[in-house]
């Protein structure tokens, strides 16, 4: 099956700081990635979408200046949290799709950031 | 606006219980997809099963079936035979059909916790 792997699996960083996460696809090509947000107890909310080789699509109250993503490649898309604050603090996961499978997105097993 | 709805927070089943998630949605157009999806406490997202609007048949993988009623716009998750290892959260979740990336927008989940 398509396998999403992202790192680091968890982080802790100082208010202030910056931080990338990685999602790769590890055995296809993705068309598409994208970027969720899960709060304790909460669901995923979509932050971003991305497309291999354009800017990535941000979801409505979501800071494209704060949540820098780039889609390098079709197996790597980064999420970099500028100036990191305690409320950034949350677990981020990506998922990748394929163009022609409709419906399936492979997710990554997501990366939990705490920000001090 | 595309709308997924979960009305219950929590569940306890007995092993080996049959269990009934529910999920309605609401949407005006007569393409889309649904998707259950289970995240255990580690936080990986697992693919459960999908339903199309045009898919004739209530989907089936395993102990796992979806009782989707296009009229009443609901598509129950079922699990059968229930074992303690299907303690999570569960997600039900809907492709936005007006999105050509397969964006996918979630309810806000059910906890299901299984008594021994």
Redesign the interface.
Known sequence: GAVVSQHPSWVICKSGTSVKIECRSLDFQAT?M?WYRQFPK?????MA?S?EGSKA?YEQGVEKDKFLINHASLTLSTLTVTSAHPEDSS?Y?C?A?VYGE????Y????T?LTVT | AQKITQTQPGMFVQEKEAVTLDCTYDTSDQSYGLFWYKQPSSGEMIFLIYQGSYDEQNATEGRYSLNFQKARKSANLVISASQLGDSAMYFCAMRDPYSSASKIIFGSGTRLSIRP
Do not use: V, W
């Open positions: 598409t994208f909460q669901s995923l909310m979509l979408t497309n699509t677990f996961i998922s799709s409709a419906y399936e997105q997710f990554g097993p997501g939990r």
